[in-house]
């Protein structure tokens, strides 16, 4: 069989396992939130989508395409989970003939054949091909980028010769394949520029290195201004909304831990399909792998018009830098938004594997100790990359510690055991789009469910943080006209991180059994015939104020405990500590040091005028001695100290 027709039946099959794996178990897990919103804004018209996008962190072109790709089909909930991830899966398949394209281009079939391998058994490629969202398209434009830019350089050194119109029309085609598929990348994720300055600085290297032909700078810098100029309409929608975006923590990044997860991304694909803790081998593994495969490529002494070693690190390097730096003063990062730079990783393994499997360096014999030393080591460095991948999928497929939040389960639940007067509570409010994917609130009425949402939010704001005011007003309000209600928590531990609307139904109401489901808490409550929650906690003891600026508004002891009330009296509050002690008869029955209201709500984002219970249990606090002692650790100073004999009904 001809070598042309053998790599082209390995790279079909290659094709073929691709789309197995991404097919496989394609609707299985349910949506979960941000699957949830991609699911609403592809159902809205263009202009009220392009308006979403506008106020939300992602640019339209994804959800326009998905738009027009669900209108082929008739979505309803029970499909619409495998269409738009089938959506994805497309892109996510495309991207292995277009790397294993690329690696031929830069290297050799070999190499190219075991780029396609390795991309179509990574785990966090499957991973973002099997969900509803822009990254397995932002992924596949990028590396389209990429393979232009390539196939233009191949050319560089034939711009100073008359050519005919046939390879000066191709240099056009590169061109504006390069412009096309950057702008396209632009308006499918903000973070695509940054892999763009790596192409386009590596271009350069390369011009400056091999070429200097001012025809093919002028050319290259026209294709950038069209990327430029056709972004500039979207521009100001992007900066509003970076100025504005309060869905992350204020402070500053703990690189270390960012570059320790986006390495842990890149390698084993964790946290989607491996734990943290269980990445540090694998990781040091790979480490000692991209070495070996870096000296490999490095050894075949290939610098040509591509220079692919230069392509690996301006890709590889320059965009998680960048991302990286940006991010310590805005800390909104996740490893994901380093993907653009995961295609470079492809070509390393996979170009260094053939490198290494097949090494042309003249100063190796065909039979030496050291050819066979560097193909056992081709083939130690690929199986390490195939285990790593099998474990990954395995856990993906099957571990239900990898999977989503589990809005459809608990939906069904709720829905099947739902009793004609009761409604739905979502806490956080911003997560309505998954729970009206599949329930949508403009159903037929066998099918249509009152749903409510706390805090009223359309995207996650860290700065809405919820007190015992708000939610009594709120609960009060909405379920008046109720029996029951059912409270589906989730990113609950940001906006209502003192627990203040369970406290409040699990006192003033009736809470029913509900099962578990994968990290979302469903809850189910019936309310009394009187239901009303009080708008002040019901205070038995009063407290009181340290140094102006925050209160212990009062204490409620209880038969098991204290409820201690606090509230901000200012909005400049650093991050406070409380250090409590409960005595009896001078035996210390109890000692707490931590912040007020628990670890997960420092002071800082506590709202003045809210006020934020914390449990303190102890059994049979009548007759003890109470002290609390609030002061500030960053500076040692001590706000005041208060103490009270605690009094029992």
């Known amino acids: 069989m001809p070598y042309h027709v053998r790599h082209r039946l390995g790279l079909l099959l290659i094709l073929l396992l691709a789309f197995g794996l991404r097919a496989y178990h394609l609707d299985v897990q349910s949506l979960w939130y941000d699957e949830g919103v991609t699911a609403r804004v592809a159902q809205m018209g263009v202009r009220e989508?392009?308006?979403?996008?506008?106020?939300?962190?992602?640019?339209?072109?994804?959800?326009i395409l998905l738009s027009g790709w669900l209108r082929l089909f008739d979505p309803w909930p029970g499909n619409i989970a495998y269409l738009m991830r089938f959506f994805s899966a497309g892109f996510g398949v495309l991207l292995v003939p277009l790397l294993s394209s690329l690696a031929r281009r830069l290297w050799s079939p070999c190499a190219g054949l075991l780029t396609g391998f390795l991309t179509a058994i990574a785990p966090i490629m499957v991973y973002y091909s099997q969900e509803a969202r822009m990254y397995a398209m932002l992924i596949f434009l990028v590396s389209l980028a990429a393979y232009a830019v390539v196939r233009f350089l191949a050319l560089l050194s034939r711009m100073d010769m008359p050519t005919p119109p046939g390879p000066e029309r191709k240099r056009l085609g590169f061109l504006g394949l390069y412009a096309g598929a950057g702008l396209a990348a632009m308006y499918t994720h903000y973070f695509a520029g940054f892999?763009?300055?790596?192409?386009?600085?590596?271009w350069g290297h390369v011009w400056v290195r091999e070429s200097k032909n001012t025809r093919a700078l002028g050319g290259f810098a026209l294709a950038n201004l069209i990327i430029l100029g056709g972004y500039l309409p979207?521009?100001?929608?992007?900066?509003?909304?970076?100025?504005?975006?309060?869905?992350?923590?204020?402070?500053?990044?703990?690189?270390?831990?960012?570059?320790?997860?986006?390495l842990a991304n890149f390698t084993v694909g964790a946290r989607e399909v491996?734990?943290?803790?269980?990445?540090?081998?694998?990781?040091?593994?790979?480490?000692?792998?991209?070495?070996?495969?870096?000296?490999?490529?490095?050894?075949?002494?290939?610098?040509?018009a591509q220079r692919p070693i230069a392509l690996i690190l301006h890709w590889l390097l320059l965009p998680?830098?960048?991302?990286?730096?940006?991010a310590y003063r805005t800390p909104k990062f996740n490893p994901r938004y380093l993907l653009i730079s995961w295609p470079a990783w492809a070509l390393l393994m996979g170009g260094g594997t053939a490198a290494l499997y097949r090494p042309s360096a003249p100063s190796i014999p065909a039979r030496s100790r050291l050819r066979s030393l560097s193909r056992a080591l081709a083939i130690l460095t690929l199986l390490l990359a195939v285990v790593v991948s099998a474990l990954g999928l395995n856990h993906w497929y099957h571990d239900?510690?990898?999977?989503?939040?589990?809005?459809?389960?608990?939906?069904?639940?709720?829905?099947?055991?739902?009793?004609?007067?009761?409604?739905?509570?979502?806490?956080?409010?911003h997560a309505y789009p998954v729970f009206d994917t599949y329930l949508p609130p403009d159903a037929p009425p066998p099918w249509r469910v009152p749903r409510f949402r706390l805090p009223e939010i359309e995207i996650l704001n860290v700065n809405q943080v919820l007190g015992w005011e708000e939610s009594a007003r709120a609960l009060n309000n909405a379920l008046a006209e109720f029996g029951g209600v059912w409270l589906f928590l989730w990113q609950d531990e940001v906006v209502d991180p003192a627990g203040v609307v369970a406290v409040q139904l699990g006192r003033y109401a009736h809470e029913q059994p509900t099962p578990d489901f994968a990290f979302l808490d469903l809850r189910h409550y019936r309310l009394p015939s009187d239901f009303h929650i009080p708008e002040q906690p019901p205070i038995t003891q009063p407290g009181t104020?340290?140094?102006?600026?925050?209160?212990?508004?009062?204490?409620?002891?209880?038969?098991?405990?204290?409820?201690?009330?606090?509230?901000?009296?200012r909005d400049d509050l650093p991050d406070l500590?409380?250090?409590?002690?409960?005595?009896?008869?001078?035996?210390?029955?109890l000692e707490l040091d931590q912040r007020p209201v628990g670890y997960h709500f420092p002071t800082t984002r506590w709202q003045p005028g809210e006020t934020y219970p914390v449990w303190i249990p102890v059994e049979g606090p009548a007759g003890t001695t109470l002290h609390v002692r609030v002061y500030d650790p960053a500076s040692g100073r001590i706000l005041g100290d208060f103490e009270v004999g605690i009094i029992t009904e």
């Open 545 to 569: 104020t340290f140094d102006e600026a925050i209160e212990l508004v009062g204490l409620e002891p209880t038969a098991d405990g204290i409820w201690l009330y606090w509230r901000a009296l």
């Open 400 to 429: 239900p510690n990898f999977a989503k939040a589990a809005w459809r389960e608990a939906i069904a639940y709720m829905f099947e055991h739902r009793q004609p007067d009761e409604a739905v509570l979502l806490v956080s409010g």
């Open 195 to 202: 892999a763009l300055l790596a192409l386009a600085l590596y």
């Open 274 to 304: 491996f734990r943290l803790e269980d990445a540090g081998v694998w990781m040091v593994l790979f480490g000692l792998a991209a070495a070996i495969w870096l000296a490999a490529l490095m050894r075949l002494r290939r610098r040509g």
């Open 320 to 326: 998680p830098a960048i991302i990286l730096l940006l």
């Open 49 to 63: 989508l392009a308006r979403w996008t506008a106020n939300d962190i992602q640019p339209p072109l994804y959800y």
């Open 234 to 262: 979207w521009l100001p929608a992007m900066w509003r909304r970076f100025q504005v975006d309060a869905s992350y923590w204020s402070g500053h990044l703990k690189l270390s831990e960012a570059l320790f997860q986006a």
């Open 577 to 589: 500590h409380t250090a409590i002690v409960v005595e009896k008869d001078g035996q210390r029955l």
